[in-house]
């Protein structure tokens, strides 16, 4: 919002506003930097008064930041827009986190992208959708129009507590380049027909590679990296295992002998051991796109309905980063009503930590 603050038309009123904004802000972020917040150490009603003071200086920030998103977008794209919805986006997150998901009849979706950072960006957008008929346009800052790009579409299946699949949802990925504090837009138009655009070049990283090598019993997934640029060669293992969690009453020797909670990891004191989380079902689906690879793993163990999905993505055109995206349908409790803690572990093969 600085630009803002810059602009000779902009009121001494609407300086004050923004400038009030700012420091709602950077209180409740210094408040945040207390030792137990950092930590999560605080006692509950502490945990409370952290959110509370956060959640109104986004707020607050909000207004201000959404106010002035629309004023770029009405004097770059000529759009009057009457308000605007932010969306996070998490990565365990559904569409019905997101504003679209009210918004599914709608033939026109116009989505303001900020790149707050002082550096450039020119890695992947990802647009969660309610369903695959959807073209992207992105806003030229050279043209000053509407242009298409290509994208790439992955449906993303979700399971219930009972292990049975639920209402899927789409992830859209493309390329979008701005510059360091630069606002982007993107159109999109729901429609029965694919706009056909040129696929992408050849990937200018094609010698980083993601490979899945087989599974290993019944929870053992095993993959292999490789950078030829760099000569970096890495196997290594992921798996789902748990702790039973102590409930208080096992009478650790110098211990206040409470129960675990929910800023202590405290497995139950003759159990201090790991178990199988579920069990590797034998559906595998992988999904080879230009911009992503995913693989999509099951896991299902109807007998103490332990339910999870696991999708491994790789992005091998923008980055050596691989994304684990582990969702639990519930933690059920045990019949003898005893917790769990589900650890996501990897294991790697010759690792060095420098």
Same mark, same amino acid.
Request: proline share 4%; aromatic share 12%; charged share 20%.
């Given at each position: 919002?600085?630009?803002?603050?810059?602009?000779?038309?902009?009121?001494?009123?609407?300086?004050?506003?923004?400038?009030?904004?700012?420091?709602?802000?950077?209180?409740?972020?210094?408040?945040? !930097?207390?030792?137990?917040?950092?930590?999560? #150490?605080?006692?509950?009603?502490?945990?409370?008064?952290?959110?509370?003071?956060?959640?109104?200086?986004?707020?607050?920030?909000?207004?201000?930041?959404?106010?002035?998103?629309?004023?770029?977008?009405?004097?770059?794209?000529?759009?009057?827009?009457?308000?605007?919805?932010?969306?996070?986006?998490?990565?365990?997150? #559904?569409?019905?986190?997101?504003?679209?998901?009210?918004? $599914?009849?709608?033939?026109?979706?116009?989505?303001?992208? +900020?790149?707050?950072?002082?550096?450039?960006?020119?890695?992947?957008?990802? /647009?969660?959708?309610? &369903?695959?008929? *959807?073209?992207? !346009?992105?806003? &030229?800052?050279?043209?000053?129009?509407?242009?298409?790009?290509?994208?790439?579409?992955?449906?993303?299946? +979700?399971?219930? !507590?009972?292990?049975?699949?639920?209402?899927?949802? *789409?992830?859209?990925?493309?390329? @979008?380049?701005?510059?360091?504090?630069?606002?982007?837009?993107?159109?999109?138009?729901?429609?029965?027909?694919?706009?056909?655009?040129?696929?992408?070049?050849?990937?200018?990283? &094609? =010698?980083?590679?993601? $490979?899945?090598?087989?599974?290993?019993?019944?929870?053992?997934?095993?993959?292999?990296?490789?950078?030829?640029?760099?000569?970096?060669?890495?196997?290594? $293992?992921?798996?789902?295992? @748990? *702790?039973?969690?102590?409930? %208080?009453?096992?009478?650790?020797?110098?211990?206040?002998?409470?129960?675990? %909670?929910?800023?202590?990891?405290?497995?139950?004191?003759?159990?201090?051991?790991?178990?199988? *989380?579920?069990?590797?079902?034998?559906?595998?689906? +992988?999904?080879?796109?230009?911009?992503?690879?995913?693989?999509?793993?099951?896991? /299902?163990?109807?007998?103490?309905? !332990?339910?999870?999905?696991?999708?491994?993505?790789?992005?091998?055109?923008?980055?050596?980063? /691989?994304?684990?995206?582990?969702?639990?349908?519930?933690?059920? /409790?045990?019949?003898?009503?005893? %917790?769990?803690?589900? $650890?996501?572990?990897?294991?790697?093969?010759?690792? =060095?930590?420098?």
């Amino acid at each position: 919002m600085s630009r803002k603050v810059l602009r000779n038309e902009t009121s001494d009123d609407e300086i004050a506003s923004v400038m009030s904004a700012q420091h709602w802000m950077l209180d409740a972020m210094g408040v945040y !930097q207390h030792h137990d917040a950092v930590t999560g #150490t605080a006692k509950q009603h502490v945990a409370d008064n952290y959110v509370e003071k956060l959640s109104d200086a986004m707020a607050i920030n909000n207004a201000a930041y959404t106010t002035e998103m629309m004023d770029i977008l009405n004097k770059t794209a000529g759009i009057d827009a009457l308000s605007l919805s932010t969306c996070i986006g998490g990565m365990n997150g #559904t569409v019905t986190d997101c504003p679209i998901a009210n918004h $599914t009849e709608t033939k026109e979706i116009i989505m303001v992208i +900020h790149n707050p950072a002082a550096q450039n960006f020119s890695d992947l957008v990802r /647009v969660q959708l309610p &369903s695959a008929s *959807y073209t992207a !346009q992105i806003w &030229s800052h050279d043209t000053k129009e509407f242009i298409d790009v290509y994208f790439d579409i992955l449906e993303q299946v +979700h399971f219930n !507590q009972t292990g049975y699949p639920t209402m899927p949802d *789409y992830d859209m990925y493309f390329k @979008y380049a701005l510059l360091p504090n630069q606002v982007g837009f993107v159109r999109l138009n729901k429609t029965d027909m694919g706009c056909k655009v040129a696929p992408p070049k050849a990937s200018s990283n &094609s =010698e980083v590679s993601l $490979t899945f090598n087989k599974a290993e019993s019944t929870r053992d997934l095993h993959f292999t990296f490789n950078n030829s640029a760099t000569g970096i060669l890495q196997n290594f $293992t992921f798996d789902l295992n @748990y *702790y039973a969690a102590d409930q %208080g009453d096992d009478a650790y020797p110098d211990n206040s002998n409470c129960a675990e %909670g929910a800023y202590l990891l405290k497995p139950e004191r003759y159990e201090r051991y790991q178990y199988d *989380y579920s069990r590797l079902d034998s559906e595998e689906y +992988h999904a080879d796109l230009p911009h992503v690879q995913q693989w999509t793993f099951r896991f /299902v163990s109807r007998l103490s309905e !332990q339910y999870a999905i696991v999708k491994v993505k790789f992005f091998p055109d923008t980055s050596e980063l /691989v994304q684990f995206d582990v969702e639990l349908n519930g933690i059920p /409790v045990m019949k003898d009503q005893q %917790g769990k803690d589900v $650890t996501v572990n990897w294991i790697f093969d010759n690792f =060095e930590a420098n």
